[in-house]
């Protein structure tokens, strides 16, 4: 069998280095733009925390830390020094392998703190044939086996206090070491090694290169970014756990490391056409959350669910693209869980956020809308806006066509009547024949802002009026940079370059408005926004936000909303050219 290709490079104060089902990565990030001098073990079970500290050491007497630099491919990790090399690979999704040669390995408690509520105890269990780390934090042991080499020193300490804790690994007569390190709830048998350190990096390779071609079987020179965007996804996605219900692509192993509900609908897309159970598995997570009133979380991870927001209702919109983009068409079963999700989902729209007589819904915040603090929510907080009328009505639509497929006629003919009506009211309240305004729920008061987020309803596409479309596209083509979509125009006296949604780029709203123009019949345009963002993201990666101006990313480096909408725009873009 030919070997796997390394994939590609990446630096890992960018990317997490990690694997597909793992919740824990290497990486020097260990807290929001926490950045820490080695690389740790970061997990992020109960929340992100750095649990050990690995340490590359040289080979004297001393065991100083060894001056190294580091590389990563998907499938191996290594740390590079003058006299020698340390090399990581993932065997499974709770066990790495290292090896040595020329340099030692330090594996220490990453807090040196241990008090009977926090830190990490440590101690050698002989049934266990290891040593082990217990993560008050994480609620997780961390076992350290050695499979060759030289135990060159054990700091045991088990008393409470501040200490270093924790084994150094030198190499033994042959000049090398290997150990283990593998996650553990409570206990297991010792461990035992399932291949050599050369077939557990192939392995590595080889799972990375089979998701690769799924996801991006259509790539080329054309779209450098590809087989980054797809690490990205591959190495962010975690197994079921806690409550995290089924396989799930975090938004990051950074510090973000929750799915929000409507984050996880660019991913779906993404991942449909090669990954369709996993993508499916996207759309529907949240879902498996939803509470009594129909709202579901604004996010979910491991151990917490969130319900003090919500997220757009923007999932109508999604799913028409999901069933378009997947392999195979849905079964009815399939259709009828997701077309009674998606009604209690518009319900709550339509009862609990429309004022008594009112036609259209708001927003209680700005973090409902997704754009946390975009300008059009300065005015007030709870507001009508143009963005969530449009979303709204999307969802109207698919739910008919939904019904229509499930002989739900009835209901077919009322959901269509809903759509019209929600889109008939937006037109004649909010639109002013020129621009899209805002209206405060407890004012009555409407405003505009310099801000893309009244932009939005262009999502509508072809059911806008010709003349409100092309109005909005005159408005975009006002927020584009050489870089891409600012949310606020650069102009604004509110523009901020790293003001989050007051300025930056950001992959949702670039997809959403793409599709709205390319459906609306502004091609060029379209083609336009899609080619300067798959640009940014093979210029600057693939960060939560990049500055409008300068094109830099910005806050979390490996986003995975990010790398989904960068693989979403070039598969069509590379489809559209016959590729």
């Known amino acids: 069998m030919t070997a796997a290709p390394p994939g590609p490079a990446f630096s890992v104060h960018d990317i997490p280095f990690s694997t597909y089902g793992s919740w824990f990565d290497l990486s020097p990030v260990v807290a929001e733009k926490t950045y820490a001098e080695d690389l740790h073990l970061v997990s992020h079970q109960n929340g992100m925390h750095g649990v050990l500290r ?20 998907p499938g191996l990790l290594s740390w590079i020094g003058e006299s020698g090399r340390v090399d990581l690979a993932y065997e499974s999704p709770d066990t790495v392998r290292l090896r040595g040669s020329g340099l030692g390995i330090g594996v220490l408690a990453a807090a040196r703190a241990l008090t009977p509520f926090s830190g990490t105890y440590f101690f050698h269990d002989p049934a266990a044939a290891g040593h082990v780390f217990t993560s008050y934090e994480t609620g997780r042991r961390y076992r350290v086996t050695v499979l060759s080499g030289i135990l060159a020193e054990v700091t045991e300490v088990q008393t409470l206090g501040s200490a270093d804790r924790g084994v150094a690994v030198t190499a033994d007569a042959g000049g090398t070491w290997e150990i283990a390190i593998d996650e553990l709830d409570t206990a297991r048998p010792p461990y035992v090694s ?4 050369d077939d557990v990096v192939e392995s590595a390779r080889r799972a990375f290169a089979d998701f690769a071609d799924a996801v991006a079987p259509w790539r080329s020179p054309a779209t450098p970014a590809a087989e980054l965007a797809a690490y990205v996804l591959w190495s962010a996605t975690v197994r079921p756990a806690g409550l995290v219900t089924r396989p799930a692509v975090l938004m990051s192993k950074h510090w973000m490391d929750k799915v929000w509900s409507w984050d996880h609908c660019f991913n779906a897309l993404a991942l449909a056409p090669g990954c369709p159970e996993l993508a499916l598995d996207q759309f529907a997570l949240p879902f498996d959350h939803q509470e009594a009133a ?88 709870v507001v009508v806006t143009a963005d969530l ?7 109207l639509r698919e739910l008919a066509e939904l019904a229509e497929e499930l002989g739900k006629e009835d209901a077919a003919r009322r959901w269509t009547a809903a759509a019209e009506e929600t889109q008939a009211a937006l037109l004649d309240q909010l639109w002013t024949g020129e621009r899209f305004v805002a209206r405060g729920v407890a004012s009555g008061d409407t405003w505009s802002s310099a801000g893309l987020l009244d932009l939005m309803p262009i999502a509508l596409g072809e059911h806008l009026p010709r003349e409100v479309s092309s109005a909005l596209a ?32 950001w992959a ?41 101006v300068t094109g830099t990313g910005l806050r979390d480096r490996a986003y995975t909303w990010t790398a989904g909408s960068y693989l979403l725009l070039a598969a069509a873009h590379a489809h559209r050219d016959g590729h």
């Open 508 to 548: 949702p709203a670039t997809v959403l408005v793409e599709d709205g123009l390319r459906r609306a019949g502004h091609q060029r345009l379209a083609d336009d926004i899609s080619a300067r963002f798959r640009v940014l993201c093979e210029t600057h990666g693939f960060a939560e936000n990049f500055d409008a």
């Open 54 to 73: 690995l340490v590359p050491l040289d080979t004297t007497a001393e065991h100083d830390r060894a001056e190294t630099s580091v590389e990563a491919t």
């Open 294 to 381: 129909g709202a579901l979380p604004d996010s979910v991870t491991h151990s917490e669910v969130l319900y003090n927001f919500v997220k757009p209702p923007i999932h109508g919109w999604a799913f028409g693209h999901l069933r378009r983009l997947l392999p195979a068409p849905l079964r009815q079963d399939q259709l009828g869980e997701v077309y009674a999700r998606l009604e209690r989902w518009t319900a709550f729209w339509l009862t609990a956020r429309r004022a008594p007589g009112a036609e259209l819904p708001y927003y209680q915040h700005g973090n409902d809308s997704g754009w946390d603090n975009a300008t059009t929510f300065d005015p007030e907080r």
């Open 389 to 395: 009328a449009a979303f709204l009505v999307l969802q």
């Open 474 to 505: 005159d408005r975009i083509k006002a927020h584009l940079t050489p870089y891409g979509l600012a949310t606020e125009l650069p102009t604004s006296p509110h523009y901020l370059a790293d003001g989050y949604w007051r300025g930056p780029i």
């Open 194 to 197: 399932s291949g050599t350190f």
